[in-house]
């Protein structure tokens, strides 16, 4: 995507940003704001229109007037805070019924809540509360989520970071990306980019005029305008 922005009452509730992810790949975009994040997790999934900039996926192409309906079929947001993390009173067991019933009927075939998370291996944290879940278990159970309709090849994780240290979330995530059998292009909101961390990243606003409080987080390498997948 290039330069995407989306305007707010008062000020930009997305300062331009320009990335690139590809299949087979994890990128972390670091933000400060909690709702900047939210905001760019919600345009990059298809889900929030941009006011300014464009996309590319799949060789179709989207900017700010033209719908973007193909880029949200392809595309999952995940955990974003006041759009769609699990409430807390809900249990796992309600919460997997309510997002498998989301999956469009086409691809969803007999798909219920209790054979899908005893073949997931879930079983053991089907009668807890969502706020019950360690950070890591969650991370998996909301990502399995997503996941179960087949046709997601976007995956898009809102503040992951805002529930435990690196290591309880970072390792599905670079796995879920570099899984042979299903690459998919992942994309972590995060506050700020973990210590020790070399793969590719971006700040919001990077492609806006130069602040002094931009988020932490160098460019992407290849920090391109468009954000597709590796042919």
Same mark, same amino acid.
């Not at 090849?153 to 995530?173: I, T």
């Given at each position: 995507?290039q330069?995407l922005?989306i305007?707010g009452?008062?000020?930009?509730?997305?300062?331009a940003?320009s990335?690139?992810?590809?299949r087979?790949e994890?990128l972390?975009?670091?933000g400060?704001r909690?709702?900047q994040?939210?905001?760019l997790a919600?345009?990059?999934?298809?889900?929030?229109?941009p006011?300014a900039g464009?996309?590319?996926?799949d060789g179709a192409e989207?900017?700010g007037s033209?719908?973007?309906?193909t880029?949200r079929? /392809?595309?999952?947001?995940v955990d974003s805070? $006041?759009?769609?993390?699990? +409430?807390?009173? @809900?249990s %796992?067991r309600?919460?997997?019924?309510e997002d498998? /019933?989301?999956?469009?009927?086409r691809?969803r $075939?007999?798909?219920?809540? +209790?054979?899908? @998370?005893? %073949?997931?291996?879930f079983e053991?944290?089907?009668g807890?509360?969502?706020?019950?879940?360690?950070?890591?278990?969650?991370i998996d159970?909301?990502t399995a989520?997503a996941?179960?309709?087949?046709?997601?090849?976007l995956?898009?994780v809102?503040?992951?970071?805002?529930h435990?240290?690196?290591g309880?979330?970072l390792?599905k995530?670079?796995?879920?990306a570099?899984d042979?059998g299903r690459p998919?292009?992942?994309?972590a909101v995060?506050?700020?980019?973990?210590?020790g961390w070399?793969?590719?990243?971006a700040?919001i606003?990077?492609?806006?005029?130069?602040?002094g409080d931009?988020?932490a987080?160098r460019p992407?390498e290849?920090?391109t305008?468009?954000?597709e997948?590796?042919?």
């Amino acid at each position: 995507m290039q330069q995407l922005s989306i305007g707010g009452r008062r000020d930009e509730l997305l300062p331009a940003t320009s990335l690139q992810v590809r299949r087979g790949e994890l990128l972390l975009v670091s933000g400060k704001r909690a709702d900047q994040r939210t905001a760019l997790a919600l345009a990059l999934s298809g889900r929030l229109k941009p006011s300014a900039g464009h996309f590319r996926w799949d060789g179709a192409e989207w900017n700010g007037s033209t719908r973007i309906k193909t880029l949200r079929q /392809a595309s999952a947001v995940v955990d974003s805070p $006041g759009v769609n993390e699990p +409430e807390q009173h @809900l249990s %796992v067991r309600d919460l997997a019924t309510e997002d498998l /019933a989301l999956i469009p009927r086409r691809y969803r $075939g007999s798909l219920l809540s +209790e054979p899908w @998370l005893k %073949v997931n291996r879930f079983e053991d944290i089907a009668g807890l509360w969502a706020e019950q879940l360690p950070a890591a278990r969650r991370i998996d159970l909301l990502t399995a989520l997503a996941l179960a309709n087949p046709h997601t090849d976007l995956l898009v994780v809102d503040s992951p970071d805002r529930h435990g240290d690196p290591g309880d979330w970072l390792p599905k995530l670079e796995e879920l990306a570099y899984d042979a059998g299903r690459p998919l292009a992942v994309v972590a909101v995060v506050m700020s980019v973990p210590d020790g961390w070399t793969g590719p990243t971006a700040a919001i606003g990077n492609a806006g005029p130069p602040d002094g409080d931009l988020p932490a987080g160098r460019p992407a390498e290849s920090s391109t305008p468009e954000t597709e997948d590796a042919k």
